[in-house]
């Protein structure tokens, strides 16, 4: 008999857990003053044990200036005063440990924030010192060093370089920083940074956190030689150098990093997991994912596909393979705290794979989106993706089936994509709008007070006492198929599908069915267990995902 699938080895955890991602300012107020904290979470944990989610991953909780919404790091080994403290921390992994849910955090390792000690070290220090050695200072170009050192510009917009006031008051030297000003990137080439990252992680696993979630881990290590100077900029450079060898991204020698901190993983019991934020192609992937690197990988490709069977089914296809070939288990997730949720970006009138960027440039109009065939669509696209090999990530707020925020006033805005692209790109606040919890009251049940993000009326529709009380509701489906989903075992395998339609197996007992048209088709013999929308007179709707047992 084949082990029942949520009795795994008790390393293996990882392997099908469904992750629910926590975006601690934007879930619940603990203390009425508007932001999300610690506190706030440890009180919904029964919501989560009711949800069924496996883990929990907390996006970053450290003091920071919110340059970046918590991407940038004050000091890795403490939580922001507006948060919590230390013991808040342990509260909240020992109510989540206690409820059967595991615990991953989010290490940024790529830059620091520009208040952290080690910057702030740098700039008290001046030209040439050992501590500006931990990041990347250059002198400028022209007489005066007043241009940077090369063009290059900031994935957020404006350029990649900030020029730093030397100790003496006179205009200095240049740092560089992929991210925003207030991110200034780390230099990888130094141990006391690499060993500095190894206690870091030492310190959370010791307070007994399950996981890490690792940001731009394709990064970290870099070769910024003035020789590459002549790049008109990086962006879109990966051609130009052999592979593994870009001056910034996906470096055949960050894996060096990795494998230090997997024998860090491997001395604890069970070892730690790790999953790769890796926006490389699908075959560099396997590098991160491996068991000697991170172990796991984001793979974005559904996220950045549209509800379309024939994208669906090659994904899909690739990824279980490379998966497997690799020893490791896929990711799958839709949405999360950097993309327009799913439930709007499939109700888009555009072309299929629409991101949303140019609706929420033209002002995010709630009415210019189907917001029911999205959450349709997105219902079915969630079924499809609970019952495939590997893990599941979901993002707060996609089990209401909560639409993207696209109106929010600039004066609100926080993203510092907003402000670098001069609100050409507005960012990515209206995903990280606090959520509705109650239909009434201050902030939707948010807190006892306001919320950082203004949250819309039409919230109430979507808040989770009315969910609760609606069987059909997006909560309900959520909690029902994850249940579910713990019986779905075996391996998987195709079966003949039709344009449109796409159809697999689960070991001898699951049958799914996921029709991305329009009419209904015929349903598999056997129980019908979940689907993501009523049948149409016996069959499978359109737009809709069947799970079947046999
Ligand atoms: C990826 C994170 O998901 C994003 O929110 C952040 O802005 C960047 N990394 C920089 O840390
Ligand atoms: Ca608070």
């Known amino acids: 008999m084949t082990p029942a699938k949520h009795d795994p080895s008790p390393a293996d955890w990882w392997r099908e857990a469904v992750v629910y991602q926590i975006y601690p300012r934007s879930f619940a107020d603990g203390n009425g ?6 506190a706030g979470i440890t009180g919904r944990v029964g919501y989560l044990a009711d949800l069924g989610v496996d883990a929990v991953w907390l996006s970053p909780f450290y003091p920071s200036a919110l340059a970046d919404g918590g991407y940038d790091v004050d000091d890795y080994r403490d939580v922001d005063p507006r948060l919590g403290t230390l013991a808040d921390i342990d509260a909240l992994i020992a109510a989540l440990h206690g409820a059967g849910i ?11 924030s520009d208040r952290h000690a080690w910057f702030r070290e740098a700039l008290a220090t001046g030209r040439g010192s050992d501590a500006r050695g931990r990041y990347h200072f250059r002198e400028g170009r022209g007489d005066d060093g007043a241009s940077p050192p ?7 917009g404006g350029p990649a370089w900030t020029r730093v006031v030397e100790p003496d008051g006179t205009p200095g030297q240049w740092y560089f920083h992929y991210f925003a000003a207030e991110q200034p990137d780390l230099n990888w080439d130094r141990r006391d940074v690499r060993d500095d990252f190894l206690r870091t992680i030492r310190f959370w696993a010791d307070r007994g956190v399950d996981g890490f979630r690792i940001d731009v881990a394709f990064m970290l290590t870099k070769d910024l030689d003035p020789a590459h100077d002549a790049l008109p900029d990086v962006h879109g450079t990966e051609q130009m150098f052999p592979e593994g060898h870009h001056p910034l991204f996906d470096r055949d020698d960050v894996q060096d990093v990795y494998a230090e901190w997997r024998r860090v993983f491997d001395d604890y019991d069970p070892p730690r997991t790790a999953v790769a934020e890796a926006w490389v192609p699908a075959h560099r992937r396997v590098r991160y994912a491996s068991p000697a690197s991170l172990g796991q990988a984001f793979n974005f490709d559904l996220l950045e596909a549209g509800f379309d069977a024939v994208a669906f089914r090659e994904i899909i296809e690739r990824n279980v393979a490379d998966a497997t070939a690799s020893g ?37 109009d709630p009415a210019a989106v189907d917001a029911a065939r999205g959450l349709r669509r997105a219902r079915a696209a969630t079924l499809l993706m609970l019952a495939l090999p590997g893990s599941a990530y979901l993002y707060q707020g996609e089990e209401l089936g909560l639409q993207e925020v696209g109106s929010i006033p600039a004066a609100e805005r926080q993203d510092p994509v907003f402000f670098r692209s001069r609100g050409a790109d507005v960012g990515r606040d209206g995903c990280r709008v606090p959520l509705p919890w109650t239909s009434t009251g201050p902030s939707f049940g948010f807190g006892a007070g306001g919320a950082h993000l203004p949250q819309p009326s039409w919230f109430a529709r979507y808040a989770v006492d009315v969910e609760e009380a609606d069987p059909d509701s997006t ?27 796409l159809r697999f197996s689960r070991g001898d007992e699951w049958r799914i069915v996921a029709n991305f048209g329009e009419a209904p088709v015929a349903l598999p013999q056997g129980e019908v267990v979940m689907t993501s929308a009523p049948l149409d007179a016996g069959r499978l709707a359109g737009e809709a995902t069947v799970w079947v047992r046999r």
């Open 33 to 38: 003053d508007g932001i999300g904290d610690l």
């Open 102 to 112: 595991k615990v991953i955090v989010d290490i940024v390792p790529n830059h620091t």
């Open 150 to 156: 090369n063009g290059w510009t900031s994935i957020f």
């Open 328 to 364: 490791t288990s896929s990711t799958w997730v839709f949405s999360n705290h950097d993309v327009v949720r799913h439930a709007t970006r499939y109700g888009l009138p555009g072309p299929a794979g629409d991101d949303g960027g140019d609706w929420l440039r033209s002002g995010g």
């Open 475 to 501: 909560l309900w489906f959520y909690r029902n198929a994850l249940r579910a989903r713990r019986e779905i075992t075996g391996v998987f395998a195709w079966e003949d599908g039709s344009p449109g339609v």
